[in-house]
Structures are given as C-alpha cells and as structure tokens.
C-alpha cells in the first residue's frame, strides 16, 4: 500500500510529502484494505498533541484494528478506538464513498495498488 501513496491520493495534497507519504491516505487506504480484508471500517477523532481533532479511519479486521495509516501522525497523538460512522447509510464504507473526492482518490488508489501487486 504504502508505495501506492501519492500526492494524487492524499486527503491533502498540499501536505504529502515522501519522509510521510501515510498524510491523508487514510480513507482511501481502509477502503482498499476492506476490498482484499474484509471487516469494517471504522472511525475515530484523533486528538494532536497540540489539540488539534482530526478525524481518521481505519480497519476492523477479525476483532483486531488495522490502521495502515497510523504513521503520518506525530508522537503522543492519541487514537481513541474505532467506531462505525454511518449517518444515513448501511455502512461507514458507503458513508465514505458518498463523497465523491474520496471516491475519485480511492479508485487511483486501488489501481495503483493492483498494478503494484501485478493483477
């Protein structure tokens, strides 16, 4: 995944840089995840060391959270533990994909991780 990441994908472009290529892939990262994983994807507001809320998602694999993006935050970032967000959809996946940035990120994304995976 990790070498899937680009600027392309990120949530903020204008942040990603290579030294953390995980800023603003984390959307786009649990939605490919859950294509080849399964579980859910769940939700959390990340609490910066400076006070900052940010919100995150990542994975709900076999009982066990999965986040693959966890990296682009600094130290004593705290990460309380994942929930479904939903709203009006069936699924924090659908929620996700109602919007169509995320949609559009998430398509590179998996086509960039599937030409790296060779299929």
């Not at 959307?27 to 579980?39: E, I, P, Q, T, W």
């Not at 910066?48 to 995150?56: E, P, R, V």
């Not at 935050?73 to 990460?79: E, L, S």
């Not at 709203?87 to 109602?98: D, G, N, P, Y």
Request: aromatic content about 10%.
């Amino acid at each position: 995944m990790r070498k899937s990441w680009s600027k392309e994908t990120s949530y903020c472009p204008d942040e990603w840089n290579e030294e953390n290529p995980a800023v603003g892939q984390c959307a786009v990262s649990a939605l490919v995840a859950n294509d080849y994983f399964g579980g859910k994807i769940i939700w959390s507001e990340v609490l910066l060391s400076d006070g900052q809320k940010i919100s995150h998602y990542f994975n709900l694999i076999a009982g066990q959270e999965v986040d693959l993006t966890r990296s682009q935050f600094p130290a004593g970032t705290i990460i309380p533990a994942g929930v479904e967000k939903k709203k009006s959809f069936t699924s924090t996946r659908k929620f996700m994909l109602s919007n169509e940035n995320t949609k559009r990120r998430y398509g590179l994304l998996k086509e960039k991780v599937e030409n790296n995976l060779g299929l």
